[in-house]
């Protein structure tokens, strides 16, 4: 009785997904709708139930619009051996058909032999080279042991990590760098001159570092622009020293207390929070670099009670420590198994971090003092900065009820860091670090410009699910220094425009 009930479900229910064609590729050709209209038409009526025959309708009609992926059921099979002489007719017609849209569609690909034949001029005679998939699929007809030759001659080098694009450090969207310029040598030549000087000019230094600065000299550049070393060139050897005895006399004096009572849940956040840093990245998953974090995290949340650690800024961290790292390491970064560089070389590279990351944070520590106020006044002056900018954008926004709190706490709280690949962020603070509070009033306009970049997307979201879904997951991964360049640039002119004239631009 219950099968039978059962069965009556799925016959009747029409609201159910599941189609009454056979699956294409498995037991049977497809079927073409002007053979099978009939077929349908014979089997509604064999199959006709006490039933309303406007659901019977209904279903048929959405059976012949949908196309999925479900066999014909048990309960079917009756049906089918009852008219297993329509389905051999079918079949037949079907079969014949099919054969003939494929030859037409053969025939239609042969008569276009002078799309085949650039795709196979831009293919190099020894076949070492596929440009790509689609190519490679256009030319399979005539040069089919040429395609094949490459990939099992790809297939036999030697397996590497993959890393997905969003997780590569490299300066370029591609991995290997280019070569360098003229202008980029120039570039490279003055910086290496304003560092070797005497005494360092600062603001020169930040002017050339505004456009980004080259992956040479950018660690020492940005202890310099941080203000973890002086300017002056004979004192910077002994205030590295002094300041890396210092950071591990703090190891000694604090890090035991990581498992007293009162810090226990400090420590525990800590240790949760960092196998979450960067996930894709291999580099951060190294038990040996997750335990430099751990250190680092630590420490700057005791000495610095009034706002203890706070999510995200774990985040902060990582910027610093790929390119000090980058000091020692000329392969990629992101695959590089720190267990192959000396003690002392990974104490420097977990000092200097340390350091700057502290010095980062003392100019928006009001980010992560309790209730985070920091970031609320923000949050707040960009709903106040956008409505000037672009009006239409905040409209939109108040129509569907997206509050900018919902999406532009996480820009301010990790500046920007999960909206973008971390080579990106690397870049965007070179330019942080030669503005005059680059993290705390700059970010807010390079935000208003992020935000504006994507007006066009934004705009054709019309609920409140489908903005927010597109806020949290911005599709940056391809982004590079030619969009960060841009991006800088926006946000520039919008400071130029709004930052000392505030009044004057108010609705």
């Known amino acids: 009785m219950a099968a039978e009930s059962g069965r009556q479900f799925w016959k009747r229910s029409a609201k159910l997904p599941g189609s009454i064609q056979p699956v294409y590729g498995a037991q049977h050709p497809p079927l073409d709708p002007r053979l099978t209209k009939n077929f349908i038409k014979d089997r509604s009526k064999a199959n006709a139930l006490p039933m309303k025959s406007k659901k019977a309708s209904s279903f048929h009609e959405f059976a012949r619009n949908t196309s999925d992926a479900w066999d014909i059921g048990d309960d079917e099979d009756e049906d089918f051996s009852s008219s297993s002489s329509s389905l051999q007719t079918l079949n037949s017609k079907v079969a014949k058909a099919t054969a003939a849209q494929v030859l037409e569609n053969h025939s239609k690909l042969r008569a276009k032999p002078e799309r085949a ?11 070492k080279v596929i440009k790509s998939s689609s190519e490679a699929q256009l030319s399979r007809t005539s040069e089919e042991a040429c395609v094949r030759t490459p990939l099992q001659k790809q297939q036999s080098l030697p397996l590497r990590p993959v890393i997905p694009l969003v997780a590569r450090i ?8 280019p070569p360098m310029t ?11 001159q304003l560092l070797s000087s005497h005494n360092t000019d600062l603001d020169e230094l930040r002017k050339c570092s505004w456009p980004g600065v080259p992956r040479e000299v950018r660690p020492v550049t940005w202890r310099l622009l941080s203000g973890y070393l002086p300017a002056n060139m004979e004192r910077r050897k002994l ?3 002094r300041k890396r005895e210092e950071y591990f006399g703090f190891i000694q004096q604090y890090y035991d207390s990581r498992n007293e009572e009162h810090h226990q849940d400090t420590y525990r956040q800590i240790h949760i929070d960092i196998p979450r840093t960067n996930p894709l990245i291999p580099l951060f998953q190294q038990p040996l670099v997750q335990e430099i974090f751990e ?34 390491v000329e392969e990629d970064v992101e695959n590089f198994d720190v267990t192959n560089l000396s003690q002392d070389v990974l104490r420097s590279i977990e000092a200097d971090s340390f350091w ?36 239409q954008v905040h409209n939109h926004f108040r129509k569907y009820e997206v509050e900018y709190l919902q999406f532009a706490f996480r820009w301010m709280n990790n500046l920007l860091m999960r909206e973008l690949p971390l080579r990106c962020t690397i870049r965007l603070w070179d330019t942080y670090q030669s503005e005059p509070e ?10 208003a410009a992020f935000l504006i970049k994507w007006r066009k997307e934004i705009l054709d979201e019309e609920d409140f699910q489908g903005l927010l879904m597109l806020l949290q997951n911005l599709p940056t991964i391809h982004w590079g220094n030619e969009e960060i360049g841009l991006l800088l640039a926006e946000a520039y002119r919008l400071k130029y425009m709004f930052a000392d004239a505030p009044n004057h631009y108010r609705r």
């Open 117 to 127: 034949q650039s795709t196979l001029s831009d293919m190099p005679t020894n076949c």
């Open 295 to 328: 250190r680092i995290l630590f420490i700057w949340a005791i000495r610095h009670p009034a706002s203890g650690y706070v999510q995200g800024i774990n985040d902060l961290v990582t910027p610093f420590f790929v390119v000090f790292l980058s000091e020692y």
């Open 182 to 192: 003229v202008r980029e040598k120039t570039r490279l030549e003055k910086f290496r």
């Open 239 to 241: 205030t590295l020293q």
């Open 438 to 447: 680059g993290f705390s009033h700059f970010h807010l306009y390079v935000c």
């Open 356 to 391: 700057c990351m502290s010095k980062l944070l003392d100019g928006i520590q009001d980010n992560y003092t309790f209730a985070q106020p920091g970031i609320q006044k923000k949050v707040k002056a960009l709903e106040e900065l956008v409505s000037r900018i672009d009006e």
């Open 170 to 177: 490299s300066d370029q969207n591609a991995s290997g760098a």
